[in-house]
């Protein structure tokens, strides 16, 4: 007997077996499928060997089915009938839209991305649903099945079972009043940060984690006094007078509030990079989240002569879409 573990037979297998049932002979079954008749002698030996039962009584002639040969060939013609209705149904699969589509965005890509991308998803699922807000509750919904795709800072690093599409960097810059001279060295960033407050970004952001890391990093401790979730608020107060930013161009777009007596500049000292990735569970909806992934490329690749009018064009060459 065979491990049972294995298959007995193959379709092809099926196939034969089942020619050989309809012709009565094994040369008859060969001419109908332009096989010889030894192929189709090994063909049906390999499959009684397999099974461990006598399929055909060879003392009859035409040939005859024994019992478990009989229940085969109720059952083979049904198998082979499902197989080959699957090859149409994967092509049809193919071209199909899904049943439903969920996506997480990141809020600082919400004015650059949200319409179009809904606009995308729309043409690939029946029904849509595209939620913006903070990386940290996507990459637990994307995790707990609630989401299907991520679009944002890549928290999951060390998650396995991940598939990762990059698509932007772009650089941490400040965000000072006109008047204010830019700094130049990091510890520059003390003695502005004792003239006018440091508005940040929330600790639970992605965003205001990694400033905040990067401030440890320079052994900076900077006074805490306003702090947002989101780039409006962080922009807004200091267009309002209430202090500097650390903040990005993409940032600064969603804010999408007037400039008018602010200035950009670099942050001084080692560079900071914000990454922003697409993330979905690996082989889980085939090619989209590639598809989707260059889509989102586009979008933001045509963003640079906005990001080049808002911060300048020495700042908007760090801004670089992936790919």
Request: glycine share 6%.
């Amino acid at each position: 007997m065979p491990p049972s573990d294995t298959l007995p037979f193959d379709l092809r297998a099926l196939e034969i077996f089942l020619a050989v049932c309809d012709a009565g002979t094994m040369a008859q079954a060969a001419r109908r499928l332009s096989l010889t008749q030894p192929a189709i002698s090994q063909a049906i030996a390999d499959m009684e060997r397999r099974i461990g039962i006598a399929l055909f009584d060879r003392r009859a002639r035409p040939l005859a089915l024994t019992a478990a040969g009989g229940a085969l060939r109720q059952r083979a013609s049904a198998l082979l009938s499902e197989a080959r209705q699957i090859a149409p149904l994967l092509r049809e699969a193919e071209h199909a839209r899904l049943p439903l589509l969920r996506a997480g965005l990141v809020d600082s890509l919400a004015r650059v991305l949200m319409a179009p991308l809904a606009g995308r998803l729309d043409e690939m699922a029946e029904q849509v649903s595209l939620l913006s807000g903070l990386t940290a509750s996507h990459a637990g919904a994307l995790l707990t099945r609630q989401l299907d795709l991520l679009v944002g800072a890549d928290e999951l690093d060390e998650i396995e079972g991940l598939e990762r599409w990059p698509l932007l960097s772009e650089p941490y810059i400040l965000l000072l009043p006109e008047a204010a001279p830019a700094p130049t060295r990091a510890g520059d960033l003390a003695e502005l940060a004792r003239q006018t407050p440091l508005v940040r970004f929330s600790a639970r952001s992605k965003t205001g984690m990694e400033i905040e890391r990067h401030l440890r990093r320079l052994r900076l401790d900077l006074p805490r006094r306003l702090e947002f979730d989101t780039p409006y608020g962080v922009s807004a107060s200091v267009a309002a007078g209430a202090g500097f930013a650390i903040t990005t161009p993409l940032c600064l777009l969603e804010a999408g509030v007037p400039l008018a007596g602010l200035a950009c500049h670099p942050l001084p000292g080692p560079s900071l990079t914000r990454h922003l990735t697409l993330i979905a569970r690996r082989q889980e909806l085939g090619r989209l989240p590639r598809e989707v992934a260059a889509f989102c490329r586009e979008r933001l690749a045509a963003q640079q002569e906005a990001v080049r009018a808002l911060v300048g064009d020495k700042l908007a060459a760090e801004f670089r879409v992936e790919g």
